[in-house]
C-alpha cells in the first residue's frame, strides 16, 4: 500500500471516530492515532498557540515535506527531559515527557540546512509508544523514532465559581504584567490577534498564563499534563505572578539607575555651570592655575636657597605652557612636589642640657658609658660654641648591646626628629642617591625622604648595618655614602632626582656596625668610632632587673607579686645560658621565663624563679664547663680569644707524634684561618730559637710534633694565641706543666709581645674559668686602664714587652 493510500485511509477513519473531541474545524480530524514526532528540547507548545521551529534533521525533514506535499501538515511536538540535548528526534519513548501537542504546520521554508516551520498548537496528547511499523519503512533511521502512536487527553473543564475567580485573577495580573513590561505587551497583543476570546474560555486562559510565563520547562510542562482546569489555572496564576514579581524588581533597580545616572549627569552639570560662573566672576582659576598657586603657597614662608628657588621658579613657568593632560606636565608636577615640600630652613631647636640629657640616657639604657660620655660633650660644645654642627658618629661592637636602640634615645635627648633606614644588603646606589628623573617610577633616595618625613634640616639620621652594605651591577653603595657622611661634602649634597644641592651638614649622622672590618677605609675615616662593648655580669643583671623584667612584666600581664627572681637565678642564667656580649638572647630567655610562668599565675600559684628550678623554664645549662682542664699536662697552655659571646678560654694542646717518616715537623689542625697559620709558623720558629744551646736543642728536629686548637667545628683566626703557642711548645720540650695561667698576644721573630684586642672579653673569660693570673702586652695598658674596677678585682695582670718576661715566670734557668 502505498504512502498516499495510507494518509487516505487515516483520514476516513478520523472522521468516522469523531466522538473523542469536538471538532476543530472542517480539515482538522478529531482523533489522529499516529502522527510524525519532533522533539522540542525546551518550551513547549500550547494549544491554539503558534510558534516558529526550525528542524535540522535531515530525515524528518523529508518526512516533514513527504506528509505536507501528502495533504497531511500534522505533527506531535513533545519536550525532551534533558535539555542539554539539541536534536529534534529521539531514540527512546523514555527520553520524552509522555504529554505533548498535536499541532498542524501551516507554513514551511526550507533553509540552507534546516526547514523553518510555523506551526499552531491544535490539543494536547498522550505518548503511547513508538510506531515500530512505520519507522522500519523509514531510511537512515539508526533505530530512531520519528512516527508515534499518540491518544488524546481527556481535560476536566468543568467551570465553576473557583475557575471564573482564578480566571479573573489571571486577567488582573496580566493587566498589571503589560504596564509595567513592555514586551509583555507585545506578547499579549500578539496573542489575542488571532482572534480568540480570552475571557470567555478558561482552558485557553490557563495555557496562555503557562506561554507567557518565562519559567522553566518542568514548570511549563507540569501546567501542560495537568487535567484540571482548575488545578491548572492556579498552576497558570502562579507563573504569572511570579513574572509580575520579577518585572517589578526589575522596575524598582531600572528606576534606582535611572535616578542615579540623572543625579550625577545634573551634579556635574552644575558643577561645570558653577566653575564658568566662578571663573566669570575671577572667584576660581583653573585647574592647572589651582596647582601652580598650590606650590607658590608651599614655599612662601619658607627661606629656599637662591639655587634652588631658581630651579623652582623655572619649572613653575614651564609648568604654565604645559597641559594638565601631558605626560610632562605630571613629571614636572612631581618634581615640584618634592621641591616644595622639603623643610627649607625649617629646623627644630636642640635642647642643650647635659643634665637633662643624661637623665633621659639614664632612664633609657644601662651602662654604655663612652657612649654617653661622647653624647654629652656634642651637647656641651654645641652649647659653647652657640651652634650647633651635625657629626658622623659610628656605634660598633657585638650584637644585643643597644646600639640601635641607643640611637633613638640620642634624639629624644636632644630634642631631634629621629628618622632610621638600614642598608644591609643594599646594593642599589640609587636607594641612597635617588632616580634619575628621567625613568619611570623615578623616586629621590633615602635622605630626600627622610627631610619629608621628619619636616626638619637638622634630624639625628640612623644609618643601621652599615658593614653589611651589598654591591650589585647598579654601583657600590659604600662609595654613595662618602658624599653624605663628609662633613666637608655633605654642605651640598646631590641628590640625582632633585639635582639641586641639599644641606646636610647640620643632621647627626649615627652609624651601627658589628664588624668594623669589613667597611672600607675612607668610609671608615670619615666617622668617629666608638666602640660599644659588651656587657659584664653585673651589668647584665641590672639590665635584667631595670629594663627585661619590667618589660615582660608589661607584655605578659604577669605583676611583681606573681613572679620573683633571685639574683642569683639570674647570675646563673647569664654566665649559664646567656653569655654572649649583648643582652637580646638574654632577653628572649625571660620571656621564655615569663611564659612558663603564665600557666601557674593563671592557676593561682605565685612563682619563686631560682637556681634550683631555673632550668624547669629554660632547660638544663648550656654552657657547663669553663676550662677544659684543672691540671694542664706538659704541653697543653690556656689561652684567652675573643668571640662574640664574649670571648672564651682556647687551650693549646702540643704532643709529640711517633712517625717512621722522617723528623722536625710541625702538624696545626683545629680550623685555623690564614693569619692564625702564619702565628703558628712564627712561635714555631721562635721557640726554636728559644731552645737553640740549651739541652734541649735537638727537641725540634728529633721529634714530629702535633698543635690542634679544640672546637675543630668553631673557625679561629687572629695573631693573639702567639705567645700561647710559643708557651706550649717550650712546655712539652722541657716537661714543665704550666697551671693556672693564661695569657693572649702577638710574638714577633725577635720575641716582641705585641698588642692585640677584646682586652675585656678575654679578662671575663679567664675569670670565669677561674684563673688568677694573666698575661697581657704592656701596649694593651691603655686599654686596660679604661675597663671598670669590678672587672679588674681578684685577677692579676701581668704586662710583658717581650717573650722573655713570660718565659721567666714560667720556667726556672734549670729547665733549659
Known sequence: MSHRKVIERLLIENEQNNDALPDMGPVIPTNIPTVPIIVATSN????????????????????????????????????????????????????????????????????????????????????????????????????RIFWGDVSNVKENLIINEQTKALSAEIIQSCRDLIQIN?????????????????????AFLADFGGALSSGDTAEKMAILTEKNIEVRLALSLEQIKKELQLSRIQQDIGKKVEEKVRKAHEDHMLREQLKVI???????????????????????????????????????????????????????????????????????????????????????????????????????????????????????????????????????SLGRKYYRFSVGGMSDVAEIKGHRRTYVGAMPGKLVQCLKKTQSENPLILIDEIDKL?????????????????????????????????????????????????????LRDRMEMIEVAGYITDEKVEIAKKYLIPKSHEETGITEEDISFSREALVYLIDKHCRESGVRNLRKHIEKIFRKASRKVVNGEKVEVTVDNLKDFVGPAVFTKDRMYDDPPAGTVCGLAWTSMGGSALYVETAIVESSDGKGTLKVTGNIKDVMKESTSIAYTVAKNIL????????????????????????????????????????????VPIQDVAMTGEISLNKKVLAVGGIKEKILAAKRAEIKKVFLPVDCLNEYNKLDDVIKEEIEIVFVKEYREIQEQLFKPTDF
Open 278 to 412: 566662578k571663573k566669570q566672576l575671577g572667584m576660581e582659576k583653573d585647574d592647572k592655575e589651582t596647582v601652580i598657586q598650590k606650590f607658590r603657597d608651599a614655599i612662601k614662608d619658607k627661606v629656599i636657597p637662591e639655587a634652588v628657588k631658581t630651579v623652582i621658579d623655572n619649572e613653575l613657568g614651564r609648568l604654565e605652557f604645559l597641559e594638565p593632560a601631558a605626560s610632562e606636565f605630571q613629571v614636572a608636577r612631581n618634581y615640584l612636589d618634592w621641591l616644595t615640600v622639603l623643610p627649607w630652613g625649617t629646623e627644630t631647636e636642640d635642647t642643650l642640657d647635659q643634665n637633662a640629657a643624661q637623665t633621659i640616657l639614664d632612664e633609657d639604657h644601662y651602662g654604655m658609658k663612652d657612649v654617653k660620655d661622647r653624647i654629652l660633650e656634642f651637647i656641651c660644645t654645641s652649647q659653647l660654641r652657640g651652634s650647633v654642627q651635625g657629626k658622623i658618629l659610628c656605634f660598633h661592637g657585638p650584637p644585643g648591646t643597644g646600639k640601635t636602640s641607643i640611637a633613638k634615645s640620642i634624639a629624644r
Open 470 to 522: 651589598g654591591r650589585g651591577y647598579q654601583g657600590d653603595p659604600s662609595s654613595a655614602l662618602l658624599e653624605l657622611l663628609d662633613p666637608e661634602q655633605n654642605v651640598g649634597f646631590l641628590d640625582h632626582y632633585l639635582d639641586v644641592p641639599i644641606d646636610l651638614s647640620k643632621a647627626l649622622f649615627i652609624c651601627t656596625a658589628n664588624d668594623i672590618s669589613t667597611i672600607s677605609g675612607p
Open 692 to 735: 737553640a744551646g740549651t739541652k734541649h736543642a735537638d727537641f725540634f728536629k728529633n721529634n714530629n710534633l702535633h698543635l690542634h686548637f679544640p672546637e675543630g667545628a668553631t673557625p679561629k683566626d687572629g695573631p693573639s694565641a702567639g705567645v700561647t703557642i710559643v708557651s706550649a711548645l717550650l712546655s712539652l720540650a722541657t716537661g
Open 44 to 143: 513547549p507548545i500550547f494549544p491554539k498557540f503558534k510558534r516558529i521551529i526550525e528542524v535540522n534533521d535531515p530525515v524528518l525533514q523529508k518526512l516533514i515535506l513527504k506528509n505536507i506535499g501528502l495533504k497531511f501538515p500534522y505533527a506531535g511536538i513533545f519536550v525532551r527531559q534533558d535539555d542539554t540535548i539539541d536534536d529534534n528526534v529521539a531514540s527512546s519513548v523514555s527520553e520524552l515527557y509522555t504529554t505533548g501537542t498535536l499541532v498542524q504546520i501551516e507554513e514551511c521554508v526550507e533553509m540552507k540546512s534546516s526547514l523553518r516551520l510555523l506551526i499552531s498548537g491544535i490539543r494536547r496528547l498522550t505518548l503511547d509508544g513508538a510506531n515500530a511499523e512505520r519507522n522500519m519503512k523509514i531510511e537512515n533511521n539508526n533505530n
Open 182 to 202: 513592555q514586551l509583555y505587551r507585545e506578547a499579549v497583543h500578539q496573542i489575542l490577534s488571532q482572534g480568540v476570546r480570552v475571557v470567555d474560555d478558561a
